[in-house]
């Protein structure tokens, strides 16, 4: 497969809002050993993508964000065999994934499926990935126990209702308005309810009969910590995805100490590739049978790959349900 020295990419040229994302021409970048080069056709827009923009903070050196792609494996490096090239896959990246190509380890590598077009398939890895480091690497959840998930519309949430329910997992989801609840039902949420409910935790306590949360996936960044500590199990634990942009979080130690609670966080990003290539063999064995049947990428809205920064204005309204993603043409 002929592959050009130059590409079109999204570059985050400064640190601000979503105007600071601007179309540039760079190099295509050379698969390194171990790592595939991948003919992006659609990307994921992530919240991480959001912070990263409005910080201006670029790990691993690229100003270029892009977690999540589905594509063709155009290239592949040291210790990867050939026959590889031209594999229909969707990878989760260490960024580079707002771009015409993008190199990814192959452990990080999934076939993508038939049963899912390239613009769902690049909404699926990001979510999946998440959902099973925190829950089963993090925090090990087990199917006797019941999680939480604030945020079950989000792009991680409602892909994990779906994949988790469809696994016999119990799942509360909570989130923002009447129509995300419902939503978040439809996704298989066992119970769900608005987090602005000042009885959450009542509700919640009752919908698992007074078991209460043993796994919470925390994307708030613990801006309902109250609600939180009184819904949740003895032994429970809470895993925080999202910074809040440094913000400091006041804990109550008396109710920690009660219940025996751990409170922990991760970021997917920096986590190293074997913790990573782990938690892709059990998404290749658990999840991926159940793609375009019981779990399928609802997308909320698709722009060209030139249009990154409408897509990231329409992410911080908010109001969308599923995946946002850019389509990547290669006129």
């Known amino acids: 497969m002929d592959v050009p020295e130059t590409q079109t990419a999204i570059v985050i040229t400064a640190a601000g809002g979503p105007e600071v994302l601007e179309p540039r021409t760079v190099e295509v970048p050379v698969p ?28 691993d050196g690229t100003a270029i964000p892009g977690l999540e792609v589905c594509g063709t494996i155009a290239a592949v490096g040291d210790g990867v065999e050939n026959a590889r090239i031209g594999e229909h896959v969707m990878a989760l990246v260490q960024g580079g994934g ?10 990080l590598v999934l076939t993508a499926p038939d049963t ?54 119990r799942v509360i989801a909570t989130a923002g308005t009447e129509t995300k609840v419902a939503a978040a039902k439809g996704f298989g949420a066992h119970d769900a309810f608005s987090y602005r409910d000042e009885d959450l935790a009542t509700h919640v306590l009752h919908a698992t009969a007074g078991q209460g949360i043993a796994a919470l996936l925390d994307v708030s960044a613990g801006a309902h910590l109250e609600q ?14 999202s910074g809040g942009g ?86």
């Open 98 to 107: 707002y771009g015409q190509y993008v190199v990814a380890d192959q452990q």
């Open 228 to 241: 939180d500590l009184q819904m949740m199990a003895a032994d429970g634990q809470i895993a925080h995805l």
């Open 246 to 331: 440094g913000a400091e979080l006041a804990l109550p130690l008396r109710d920690i100490m009660a219940k025996r609670l751990r409170i922990t966080g991760s970021l997917l990003r920096p986590l190293p590739v074997d913790r990573k290539a782990r938690v892709a063999e059990q998404i290749r064995r658990d999840v991926l049978p159940l793609l375009g049947d019981k779990v399928r990428p609802t997308i909320a809205a698709t722009f060209d790959l030139r249009e990154a920064a409408k897509a990231h204005a329409m992410m911080e309204e908010n109001a969308h349900i599923g995946k946002i993603m850019l389509k990547v043409d290669h006129d």
């Open 116 to 169: 899912l077009s390239d613009i769902e398939a690049a909404g699926f890895p990001e979510a999946a990935f998440t959902t099973w480091w925190n829950f089963f690497h993090l925090m090990k959840f087990e199917k006797d126990a019941f999680a939480l998930i604030h945020g079950g519309t989000s792009g991680v949430g409602h892909i994990a209702l779906q994949a988790m329910s469809a696994l016999g997992y």
């Open 32 to 59: 390194g050993a171990g790592q595939v080069l991948i003919r992006v056709s659609a990307a994921g827009i992530n919240r991480h993508d959001i912070h990263q923009r409005s910080s201006g903070r670029h790990s």
